[in-house]
Nanobody
């Protein structure tokens, strides 16, 4: 079992930044990947970024590359999503999820948290 708790969401103006955190606990195997997904109202959940639980592999959706940065703190078992130059289109609930391997497909992830709301106004 893996437990994930997201935090750090909020309401910001366009152009501002936010840092989301994902606290992970439980049995996370070394092969696991942790991903951030987001879901806007009326839309499907979409891939944002992911990283390997061990090692330095990171992956981004093309539209987020350059604005978003995923990282982790091994000692604290935290995964961060730094989001810069936010746009109203980034408004969504952001979820932290784990998968046995890397995937951009939400269906490949087997654990996720309750999500944190990000609202960006123009």
């Amino acid at each position: 079992q893996v437990q994930l708790v997201e935090s750090g969401g909020g309401s910001v103006q366009a152009g501002e930044s936010l840092r989301l955190s994902c606290a992970a606990s439980g049995r996370i195997f070394t092969s696991y990947h942790v991903g951030w997904f987001r879901q806007a109202p009326g839309k499907e959940r979409e891939f944002v970024a992911a990283l390997s639980w061990v090692g330095s592999s990171t992956y981004y959706a093309d539209s987020m590359k350059g604005r978003f940065t995923i990282s982790r703190d091994d000692a604290k078992k935290l995964v961060y999503l730094e989001m810069n130059n936010l746009e109203p289109e980034d408004t969504a609930v952001y979820y932290c999820e784990t998968s046995p391997g890397f995937s951009r497909r939400d269906q490949s992830y087997d654990y996720w948290g309750q999500g944190t709301q990000v609202t960006v106004s123009s």
